[in-house]
């Protein structure tokens, strides 16, 4: 399985300098051949911009445009080699504007979420992931590079973990250790045996690692740490 259409969200006026680089990059890595840069800006909601004076407004809304034309001009030079598909709108919500967009590709890349909002708004992540129907890759916004040489998964048996697996392969193909943590009384040991199998029968490094005394909601700490231990 391989990656031949990537999508990732521009939320920022620093996209080109910050994330278009490592993005840009992984896309060569990976072999990708075609970029769908999705950006939409949020327009103020009908009942707030009423509270401003009109002009006001408008300037807002012109800027807005305006980041989103230098942006496509940034883009464009910068993804020479690539076909690039630039895709943008004023709308009232960013993650419907991505989910509308969201069949055009085979992974959908944002940035993770920041306390202070961006310039054109920023995505719920919640919401993309539940519903995009496609694997969602959250960049930490100070990434400099995006490489999977080792990767940890969190599994259990459920539909969603299964589907991961198989959502995952693209990125972990180039992977020189993939561990397989089972973490709580959900999963016993020959289910993820299988899930380590369906790995290696990929020709993935895979291995699997059980700690049945975590409980659930401990989990994501227990990944955390496991993380952590293995940062070697």
Known sequence: ???RSVMFHLDD????LRFAPPLLQFARDYQVRDLVAAAPGRLPDPFVAAAFPLAQAQ???REMYDLIES???ALCEAADGFALDFRSAGVLDVTAFLLD???RCDLIVTRQHRALDTDLGQADLSRLVLQAGRPVLAVPRSAET???RRVLIGYKRSREARLALSAGLPLM???DRILVAALGE???APQLADAVDFLKGHGLPAEGWQNTDIVDADAAEGLLQIAEDDDS
């Open 1 to 3: 399985m391989t990656l």
């Open 13 to 16: 006026g620093d996209a080109p």
């Open 59 to 61: 300037a807002r809304e």
């Open 71 to 73: 942006l496509q001009q």
């Open 101 to 103: 967009q969201a069949a």
């Open 146 to 148: 995006l490489r999977f």
């Open 173 to 175: 193909s180039r992977a």
């Open 186 to 188: 959900g999963t016993t």
